[in-house]
């Protein structure tokens, strides 16, 4: 990967960001905010693109008013849906968001980069899919603080896909299912 001045970047095994301030042969040299200079070589680095709130767009909610604006909303159902008998007896796919079933180890990561992984993630999947003209995905994310089940809803209205939560009785409350629909041919 190539570096410029200016850039800023995350040190992949490590907690420090911060931006490159100069270029050497194999050794690029960064200061982060608190004007510390680290250097290290090109493999280490990796360049920040998205800031966390451009990620986020509840970045200016606390948890518990998320928590509160869900319990205020009417719960969805189960959609009934028109589908051949072929369709109806297909499992869905099912994809855990968990951050430990996405990467083997989740040092150097704060939790704006394990969420980006995570939405990433369920992004792909959706777009394998709809490529697949596979109808029904569970998205395992676990009942936690609300936050990936908000991104999931976020990122769920850019698709053609109606969403619900899944089987209480398989995955309790931490998983939503999604029903996409799929263009005739």
């Not at 680095?45 to 205020?72: A, G, R, T």
């Not at 959706?126 to 998205?139: G, L, Y």
């Not at 990122?155 to 109606?162: D, G, M, R, S, V």
Request: glycine residues 6%.
């Amino acid at each position: 990967m190539r570096f410029k001045i200016g850039d800023k970047v995350a040190v992949l095994d490590d907690i420090i960001k911060g931006k490159v301030v100069e270029i050497k042969s194999n050794n690029i040299i960064i200061e982060t905010s608190d004007g510390f200079s680290f250097g290290f070589t090109p493999s280490e680095l990796v360049v920040i693109k998205e800031s966390q709130f451009e990620l986020s767009k509840y970045s200016d909610i606390s948890n518990e008013e998320m928590l509160e604006k869900e319990s205020d909303l009417p719960k969805k159902r189960k959609p009934k849906f028109k589908s051949d008998s072929k369709e109806e007896k297909l499992p869905p796919m099912e994809v855990d968001l968990h951050i430990n079933q996405l990467t083997v180890s989740t040092r150097g990561m704060d939790n704006y980069d394990m969420l980006n992984l995570q939405i990433e993630t369920a992004k792909h999947k959706i777009e394998f899919a709809i490529k697949n003209r596979i109808p029904k995905i569970v998205f395992i994310h676990g009942v936690g603080a609300g936050v990936l089940k908000k991104e999931l809803d976020y990122l769920f209205k850019n698709y053609h896909i109606e969403s619900y939560a899944a089987s209480f009785k398989k995955y309790g409350l931490g998983a939503t299912e999604v029903y996409i629909f799929q263009n005739q041919r």
